[in-house]
């Protein structure tokens, strides 16, 4: 991709769920994103960025579209938005920011949708946080200062203990899955987290995860019989569709290491298009259950991304589907 472009416009609003508006110039602020836009806060969600051909793209369907349209903090050119992936750095003018989220899901028909009949930013947008601040202009240099390639797995790594979130023992299974997601896939640890064994601390974490844009949220805790073992309950209540082979295999290999692996009641299953492994709390056992699956998560990963057309293989039995993404 090109690593260097400009900023074609800068629009700011005082209301979320509208449009914004053109404006001669914005302050970027660390840690809150544009001074006065109703989005500036310490979220990760701090600043929104189009791509200029993906505006024209719908300008072309006839659409009479003012910059901010969309509700667009920057609209960009020369720089390739779908190749940027999470944690990768931009200079904007005087200002640093960071990939923080891919896309977003719409819950509801916004204003910007009920007025244009479409949003792009689901599908087009990134957002951001400021590292520096700065005042940003039309015109200004956009440049790559390092890039994290979307092309490789983005992967969340989330540890559910009690004591780990307490600090009452560290977190062993969370840095021994990052490990292994890095050395088996070359996945990009886009981020990690420990939460108590509280169902709705653990929604709160994957759904996270899941808006975030990522690949791949692996869960490490929880899966087992004890009063607070809610991990496979707390998936549930976040996946739209199971991936019960993935499970079955894990719980397949880790019986032939201990009679154990019958009481584990880890879920797979994908939100949005986000595959989410659930795994036991040790280290060993974690990194084994991944091992026994791991084969199978690039092509998971790919029909996610929606971008396998055809998964014929030569010798494949004609009934195959399972790579089917119809």
């Given at each position: 991709?090109?690593?260097?472009?400009?900023?074609?416009?800068?629009c700011?609003?005082?209301?979320k769920?509208?449009?914004?508006?053109?404006?001669?110039?914005?302050?970027?602020?660390?840690?809150?994103?544009?001074?006065?836009?109703?989005?500036?806060?310490?979220?990760?969600?701090?600043?929104?960025?189009?791509?200029?051909?993906?505006?024209?793209?719908?300008?072309?369907?006839?659409?009479?579209?003012?910059?901010?349209?969309?509700?667009?903090?920057?609209?960009?050119?020369?720089?390739?938005?779908?190749?940027?992936?999470?944690?990768?750095?931009?200079?904007?003018?005087?200002?640093?920011?960071?990939?923080?989220?891919?896309?977003?899901?719409?819950?509801?028909p916004?204003a910007?949708?009920?007025?244009?009949?479409?949003?792009?930013?689901?599908?087009?947008?990134?957002?951001?946080e400021?590292?520096?601040?700065?005042?940003?202009?039309?015109?200004d240099?956009?440049?790559?200062?390092?890039?994290?390639?979307?092309?490789?797995?983005?992967?969340?790594?989330?540890?559910?203990?009690?004591?780990?979130?307490?600090?009452?023992?560290?977190?062993?299974?969370?840095?021994?899955?990052?490990q292994?997601?890095?050395?088996?896939?070359?996945?990009h640890?886009?981020?990690?987290?420990?939460?108590?064994?509280?169902?709705?601390?653990?929604?709160?974490?994957?759904?996270?995860?899941?808006?975030r844009?990522?690949?791949?949220?692996?869960?490490?805790?929880?899966?087992?019989?004890?009063p607070?073992?809610?991990?496979?309950?707390?998936?549930?209540?976040?996946?739209?569709?199971?991936?019960?082979?993935?499970?079955?295999?894990m719980?397949?290999?880790?019986?032939?290491?201990?009679?154990?692996?019958?009481?584990?009641?880890?879920?797979?299953?994908?939100?949005?298009?986000?595959?989410?492994?659930?795994?036991?709390g040790?280290?060993?056992?974690?990194?084994?259950?991944?091992?026994?699956?791991?084969?199978?998560?690039?092509?998971a990963?790919?029909?996610?991304?929606?971008?396998?057309?055809?998964c014929?293989?030569?010798?494949?039995?004609?009934?195959?589907?399972?790579?089917?993404?119809?």
């Amino acid at each position: 991709m090109s690593a260097e472009g400009r900023v074609v416009a800068v629009c700011t609003g005082a209301q979320k769920g509208a449009p914004k508006r053109a404006v001669p110039e914005i302050e970027l602020v660390r840690g809150l994103g544009v001074m006065g836009d109703a989005h500036a806060g310490s979220g990760h969600r701090q600043v929104s960025m189009l791509d200029l051909a993906a505006i024209e793209e719908m300008r072309a369907q006839g659409l009479s579209l003012d910059f901010g349209a969309f509700a667009e903090n920057l609209v960009t050119e020369g720089l390739c938005l779908d190749d940027l992936g999470i944690g990768s750095e931009l200079a904007v003018g005087p200002a640093r920011l960071s990939v923080t989220q891919i896309g977003k899901t719409c819950h509801d028909p916004c204003a910007i949708f009920r007025t244009v009949g479409h949003c792009i930013m689901p599908e087009r947008g990134i957002f951001l946080e400021v590292l520096e601040g700065g005042v940003v202009r039309p015109g200004d240099e956009v440049r790559v200062l390092h890039l994290i390639s979307r092309a490789i797995t983005q992967a969340a790594v989330i540890t559910v203990s009690d004591r780990a979130y307490r600090g009452v023992r560290p977190d062993e299974s969370g840095p021994a899955l990052c490990q292994y997601v890095q050395d088996a896939l070359g996945a990009h640890i886009a981020l990690t987290t420990i939460v108590p064994d509280d169902t709705q601390a653990i929604v709160s974490a994957l759904r996270d995860a899941v808006e975030r844009g990522l690949d791949l949220i692996l869960t490490t805790g929880g899966t087992g019989c004890a009063p607070r073992d809610v991990t496979p309950e707390a998936t549930r209540e976040v996946i739209e569709r199971e991936v019960p082979g993935l499970a079955e295999q894990m719980r397949a290999q880790s019986f032939r290491r201990t009679p154990h692996a019958l009481l584990s009641r880890a879920v797979v299953g994908i939100a949005r298009r986000s595959l989410i492994i659930n795994l036991p709390g040790s280290p060993s056992g974690a990194v084994e259950n991944l091992q026994a699956v791991v084969d199978a998560l690039p092509h998971a990963v790919e029909l996610l991304r929606g971008r396998v057309a055809d998964c014929h293989r030569p010798g494949a039995a004609a009934s195959d589907t399972s790579g089917d993404p119809t």
